[in-house]
């Protein structure tokens, strides 16, 4: 069998780039680390060492809405401390990314909640956990700045306008202000249909920097019908065997070395 060298498999990935006709480049958590921001999964990540404060709470249960309304002050206290990517900046693999949608016909797909992608210049970005940008209030929908829930000096932050306002079904005490993110035990965005649909009508798929482990952005791999499915991750994955080409390196290593 011939084993493939790291530059075999970059001229591999790139001839699939070059004759595909539609691409959908699937990214997870692993896509940002390179700009300083923590995964979850990784020996590093986030699950792994959620702080000394949070040791009583599993890792999914912080970034729950049950967390959210339950125990709001530990929901608060946690996005600040460990998801402020506010100074974050876009790393080789965004911009490679930005550069190929110009190329070619390119969908990024993306797990993150940073922006990076749209910072280094793409436009065809599907955000199927939502916009840690889009601040609003959950109850009365009126929206803050982007940097509201860091910036603002209160534990919880409520909304200003709903304080003196009574209504049973959202008491004052419950009007957050939150990003308009999915936390666990939501529902998808409308980004996650058009993201299926892109899957599906793809001829290559470039699935990097994600584990495939988290439902049901997971369950999108299984939907490529196409010719080339491409795994760019540094840890195995349950779909390298279903893969054409796979790559255990970073990311920005591999986007570097293409045209």
């Known amino acids: ?62 970034l729950s809405a049950y967390c959210l309304y339950d125990k709001p002050e530990v929901f608060y206290e946690f ?49 199927i956990h939502g916009d840690a940008a889009d601040i609003y209030c959950r109850r009365c929908g009126r929206k803050y700045p982007a940097d509201y829930i860091f910036t603002c000096p209160d534990k919880i932050p409520l ?36 993201a299926e649909l892109k899957i599906k009508e793809a001829d290559l798929l470039i699935v990097g920097g994600t584990s495939l482990k988290v439902a049901p952005a997971a369950s999108l791999v299984p939907m490529f019908k196409g010719k080339h499915l491409v795994i760019i991750n540094k840890q195995k994955t349950d779909y390298d065997d279903q893969a054409s080409l796979v790559i255990h390196d970073s990311l920005g290593k591999v986007f570097e070395n293409l045209d």
């Open 1 to 62: 069998m011939l084993i493939k060298t790291f530059k075999d498999k970059v001229k591999e990935l790139q001839s699939y780039i070059n004759e595909a006709d539609k691409i959908v480049f699937f990214g997870g958590a692993g896509v940002s680390t390179e700009s300083g921001i923590p995964d979850f999964r990784s020996k590093d990540g986030l699950y792994n060492k959620p702080g000394i404060e949070f040791e009583e709470y599993e890792p999914e249960y912080l």
């Open 79 to 127: 996005y600040r401390q460990k998801l402020d990517c506010r100074d974050a900046q876009p790393n080789i693999t965004h911009y490679k990314l930005a550069e190929l949608e110009k190329k070619h016909n390119l969908t990024v797909v993306t797990q993150n909640v940073d922006k990076l992608h749209q910072k280094a210049g793409s436009q065809n970005v599907l955000e």
């Open 159 to 194: 909304c200003k306008a709903c304080i003196n306002e009574d209504n049973p079904y959202c008491p004052p005490e419950k009007a957050f202000i939150r990003p308009k993110v999915v936390l666990y035990g939501e529902f998808l965005p409308p980004d996650y249909k058009m």
